[in-house]
T-cell receptor
């Protein structure tokens, strides 16, 4: 089935040690999003790619970066994770178009823990 | 500014009882509205969406929602709740710009179902 796949499901890293989370999709959607969801909170959009164009949210810390080498893959890089970055990270995709009202499709998330 | 309010943080219902989850939004133009459900440790699954047309929309798993412009509301309903409906429910508004929606989520309502 076409879907959004996030790897790994659980990631543990050390304070300050760079970490990369992965998202892939078989939907051939041109927009990919990364959300941060802390415990018992709503998902918060960090940034998104529309094709190769990167769009950062104004309040996303510089510590968070993203790469999209091709349509199918998108990575979230946290350069120096702090304890406050422990969260569930959700990847989503959607198809954009002039009159496209397509909803976002979410992966199952990666839960990041910081030691 | 666009925002979504879900007034109820927690709701508990008995299995077989009816359910209504409240959602109010603030948006300057015609909103694109969504309800997502999240089971523990999982990503978000789309229940239903409203873009235009009939104000009563049907979704998956027996859910429906009604858009009321005069009340700026998009409440989710289900006539008879099943134990498997226990989850977190997020209402979202998606400003449509550049050919796609960027979702703004409410804080969520956690639903517990008593047998």
């Amino acid at each position: 089935d076409a879907m959004v796949i996030q790897n790994p499901r659980y990631q543990v890293t050390q304070f300050g040690k760079p970490v990369t989370l992965s998202c892939s999709q078989t939907l051939n959607h041109n927009v990919m999003y990364w959300y941060q969801q802390k415990s018992s909170q709503a998902p918060k959009l960090l940034f998104h790619y529309y094709d190769k164009d990167f769009n950062n949210e104004a309040d996303t810390p510089d510590n968070f970066q993203s790469r999209r080498p091709n349509t199918s893959f998108c990575f979230l890089d946290i350069r120096s994770p702090g304890l406050g970055d422990a969260a569930m990270y959700l990847c989503a995709t959607s198809r954009a178009g002039q009159r496209s009202n397509q909803p976002q499709h979410f992966g199952d998330g990666t839960r990041l823990s910081i030691l | 500014a666009q925002s979504v309010t879900q007034p109820d943080i927690h709701i508990t219902v008995s299995e077989g009882a009816s359910l209504e989850l409240r959602c109010n939004y603030s948006y300057g133009a015609t909103p694109y509205l969504f309800w997502y459900v999240q089971s523990p440790g999982q990503g978000l699954q789309l229940l239903l969406k409203y873009f235009s047309g009939d104000t009563l929309v049907q979704g998956i798993k027996g859910f429906e929602a009604e858009f009321k412009r005069s009340q700026s509301s998009f409440n989710l309903r289900k006539p008879s709740v099943h134990w498997s409906d226990a989850a977190e429910y997020f209402c979202a508004v998606g400003p449509f710009s550049g050919g796609y929606n960027k979702l703004i989520f409410g804080a969520g309502t956690r639903l517990a179902v008593h047998p």
